[in-house]
Structures are given as C-alpha cells and as structure tokens.
C-alpha cells in the first residue's frame, strides 16, 4: 500500500505563510506527478497546483505568483509554499500523487487525508 501523510496546516493571519508538507510511503517503486488540491467550504475540490518527477509545474490562476509547489524526489515528498495568504484560500487542502506500487508494478492515484488551512482578515 502507498499512504500520503500531510502536515502543515493551521490558522494564519492574511498576508502571512505556511508550508505544507506531504510525504509518500509504503511499498514505493516510483512516483510520477505530485500535486495540491483544495476544497473551501460550499465549493468544489480545486487543483492548486502540481509538479512532475522532472520539476515541471502547473498552478491555478488564484495563487500563481503566491505559491510555490516544489519536490524532493530522495523522500518522495513534495512542499506548497504558500505567501501571502488572503482569507479566500482558507480551505482543506489534500495531497494527490501518482505511485508506482512495487508490488504489482500498477500505477494509481492516491490522497491524502487533508490538512485545514485557514486564513482570519
């Protein structure tokens, strides 16, 4: 099994940091792409952003500029740094990440269980 632990998360003020974290373990062969999504409350689950194995990277419009999604490939774990922070990206955010299972050598896409993000005015 492959399991995604986040970390990360908590209350900041706007205009503040936080770095999220999100390690991939278990029965590792590889991992492809590793991404952010998130989900505010009423709202539908939005990609963040997203980075693959070769440091390619993807972000939604409403953050780029703000945040930062970067890897380690050594510990299969990949970072959201997120700056400037406004009330309107206080939501849960999940990890997602495609891994190879060394076992049955299939790839499938994982999640992680979410960490709450939430930003006071």
């Known amino acids: 099994q492959v399991q995604l632990v986040e970390s990360g998360g908590g209350l900041v003020q706007a205009g503040g940091s936080l770095r999220l974290s999100c390690a991939a373990s278990?029965?590792?062969?590889?991992?492809?792409?590793m991404g952010w999504y998130r989900r505010a409350p009423g709202k539908q689950r939005e990609l963040v952003a997203a980075?693959?194995?070769?440091?390619?990277?993807n972000y939604a419009d409403s953050v780029k500029g703000r945040f930062t999604i970067y890897r380690d490939n050594a510990k299969n774990t990949v970072y959201l740094q997120m700056n400037s922070l406004t009330p309107e990206d206080t939501a849960v955010y999940y990890c997602?990440?495609?891994?190879?299972?060394?076992?049955?050598?299939?790839?499938?896409?994982?999640w992680g269980q979410g960490t709450q993000v939430t930003v006071s005015s």
């Open positions: 980075t693959t194995s070769g440091g390619s990277t």
């Open positions: 278990g029965n590792i062969f590889r991992v492809n792409d």
């Open positions: 997602n990440a495609e891994a190879q299972n060394r076992a049955t050598m299939v790839f499938l896409r994982y």
